[in-house]
């Protein structure tokens, strides 16, 4: 299938690769990106990536819309077997359940599943990063185990921690600040998904991967000081090589 590119406004284009939210799909988009930022294109300022388009924004002054339009077709044309990336998977801790996984026990009844049947199904999958969005640091993660995915609270909460990790729906995400939610709760990560006095703020990126693990209280509260004191380092691995602890 081919992209299609329309007009967005009076400085941007819309790249579609579709309307179906795919692996595959995503795949695409990310070797186009890739590329596009090898290209270094003059007056293209920065480009958006979603589940199945891209946003490319532009100093129409410098680059022409057709111009534009002749330089993303390039660009996609010579993708085919050009492109090779190589994504990671972040390892993240969960301490699951307590007071910081409320709705734990919902999602467990819900499917009528055990918590720990809850935990090793959330635990057992790499999910993909497919785009940072919402709110700084925060990954729409794909790849949810169906026998999951539960339906949103009829009320949100008011605020849920910074760091915890819940399902809504079909998808499951972990929230970087303190925000209202009517996902379900399932536990919280020490990890901190963005700091702005970072030179590199975001701590995740699309096109990788993450892959939950289980720690206990204590190694939860162990982990958050080493957080805090800069020296905890989250584990990356090849995609494909996590493993459950």
Same mark, same amino acid.
């Given at each position: ?6 007009? +967005? ?32 294109? =003059? ?5 958006? =990536? ?7 924004? *532009? ?5 022409? *819309? ?9 660009? @996609? ?10 994504? &990671?998977?972040?390892?993240? =801790?969960?301490? *699951? ?6 709705? +734990? ?21 790499? @999910? ?22 539960? =339906? ?21 995400? &972990? ?12 536990? &919280?990560?020490?990890?901190? +998904? ?8 975001? +701590? ?5 991967? &993450? ?8 190694? *939860? ?25």
């Amino acid at each position: 299938m081919r992209i299609e590119i329309q007009p +967005l406004g009076d400085v941007a284009i819309r790249i579609s690769f579709g309307i179906e939210i795919s692996e595959n799909v995503h795949k695409k988009i990310q070797r186009f990106v890739f590329t596009l930022k090898q290209e270094n294109i =003059p007056g293209i300022v920065e480009w958006v =990536p979603t589940y199945t388009s891209v946003a490319i924004y *532009y100093r129409p002054e410098i680059i022409s *819309y057709s111009n534009l339009i002749q330089e993303v077709e390039r660009i @996609y044309d010579s993708l085919a077997g050009s492109v090779r990336i190589e994504p &990671i998977t972040y390892r993240i =801790p969960v301490y *699951y359940g307590g007071e910081t996984g409320p709705d +734990l026990s919902f999602v467990a009844q819900y499917h009528q599943l055990s918590e720990q049947e809850v935990i090793e199904l959330h635990t057992k999958k790499e @999910y993909l990063i497919h785009m940072i969005g919402f709110m700084p640091g925060f990954p729409y993660l794909g790849g949810l185990p169906a026998g999951l995915a539960v =339906p949103r609270l009829e009320h949100p909460r008011p605020r849920v921690e910074p760091g915890s990790v819940g399902i809504g729906g079909n998808q499951t995400g &972990i929230y970087p600040n303190e925000v209202p939610s009517g996902w379900r709760i399932l536990g &919280i990560t020490p990890v901190k +998904l963005f700091d702005f006095e970072k030179s590199e703020p975001f +701590l995740f990126s699309a096109g990788n991967y &993450i892959h939950f693990y289980s720690i206990t209280l204590d190694e *939860y509260q162990t982990i958050k000081r080493l957080v805090e004191e800069g020296k905890f380092q989250v584990e990356t691995v090849k995609a494909g090589g996590a493993r459950n602890d």
